[in-house]
């Protein structure tokens, strides 16, 4: 049968998440320059990545459903990066000549 | 629900096998096998609403780099109280539904019945905060479209000074250009939130639906396969807010 957590881990789990909660809020009220973004998406990452793998029960799947949820995100990652190359490098290149 | 092995078999095939459960389909072999399929297809839904969301988050990813001072004026006018207020009751609606899984997995009929109950009280709670926020938007005209109107901040009671209103919002309080840029922020703000929000409403209907299903008996400890699937949408709408939250609420309060 599938892994039984107990309420113990559970509540261990939503703890985490709350003290991640408040050091996101406190953080975003520090000047840290460019890291606040680093920070808080980081932390925003590392809390879903804990919902993930103990409410949703993947740390205790099979490798498919592993492979499927890399896959994901593995796709968003693509989504913003490649759009986000696409818009960051338009002024690298000048129009040729007959358009400008 | 033992299992038994019983020589008399229900389908006419020979053999002594364990009786079936009613839940089991016949094209599947197993429970397990029937769960493992449940799980893959779900999670290959929650992939679909991952890059949907995602679509909108490339929005925001773009227009924050480029009007990111328009972004940390509008950002820093949103409540945030309500805001990380609403974050914890979504996070505890995520503890009460993985403690509903596992009443299921554990065969507490009456406790999973509770703590579904108990997670759409939370979600509900959390619709209730965002009417409260919304009301908030239109009457500061913060709703985009012809009522659109950006000023500085609300003006600072009585001794308050001016330090708490920054350089970029006293130089530009009706700057066409900051209008502009703040109005996509409430864009973003409102088309994410609101998509979330449906997702929620959703939600709740989703669960109102299991939880009648589990009040009638319908789950035990070796089929809650429907509790644990909703769950995993329950949760993957927490995990969308526990992204909108930093990205809306917070982008820089220094």
Aim: hydrophobic residues 50%; negative net charge; proline residues 3%.
């Amino acid at each position: 049968m599938s892994h039984i957590a107990t309420v113990k881990s559970y509540v261990a789990i939503f703890l985490t998440l709350m003290v991640l909660t408040a050091i996101t809020v406190a953080v975003a009220y520090v000047n840290l320059g460019p890291l606040n973004k680093v920070v808080a998406l980081g932390i925003a990452s590392f809390k879903a990545t804990l919902v993930i793998l103990y409410f949703m029960h993947v740390k205790y799947s099979s490798q498919l459903t592993k492979l499927v949820v890399v896959a994901g995100f593995f796709f968003l990652v693509l989504l913003l990066g490649l759009t986000m190359a696409d818009y960051g490098s338009r002024a690298w290149l000048p129009l040729p000549p007959t358009l400008q | 629900m033992s299992e038994t092995v019983v020589d008399a078999d229900l389908h006419g095939h020979v053999g002594a096998h364990a009786a079936q459960h009613p839940a089991l389909q016949h094209h599947f072999e197993s429970l397990s096998q029937q769960k493992e399929a449940s799980t893959l297809g779900m999670w290959t839904f929650l992939l679909t609403e991952i890059l949907f969301f995602g679509g909108l988050f490339m929005a925001y990813l773009l227009y924050r780099t480029w009007y990111h001072d328009a972004f940390v004026a509008a950002s820093s006018s949103i409540a945030l109280s309500w805001g990380a207020f609403n974050t914890v009751v979504l996070i505890a609606s995520s503890l009460t539904m993985a403690l509903a899984v596992r009443s299921a997995q554990t065969d507490q009929r009456t406790a999973l019945v509770g703590w579904l109950v108990a997670t759409m009280v939370l979600g509900t709670v959390f619709l209730g905060v965002k009417v409260i926020e919304y009301a908030d938007k239109f009457a500061h005209h913060h709703v985009p479209g012809p009522d659109f109107v950006w000023e500085s901040e609300h003006p600072a009671p009585a001794g308050a000074g001016d330090e708490h209103l920054s350089h970029a919002e006293t130089a530009a309080t009706r700057d066409p250009a900051l209008q502009y840029h703040t109005q996509i922020f409430f864009s973003l703000y409102f088309t994410m939130t609101g998509l979330h929000a449906l997702h929620m409403i959703i939600g709740i209907g989703i669960m109102l639906v299991i939880t009648y299903m589990a009040w009638q008996g319908r789950f035990d400890a070796h089929y809650y396969t429907p509790v644990e699937m909703s769950g995993l949408y329950w949760h993957f709408v927490d995990i969308v807010w526990i992204y909108l939250f930093p990205l809306l609420y917070l982008i820089d309060r220094s």
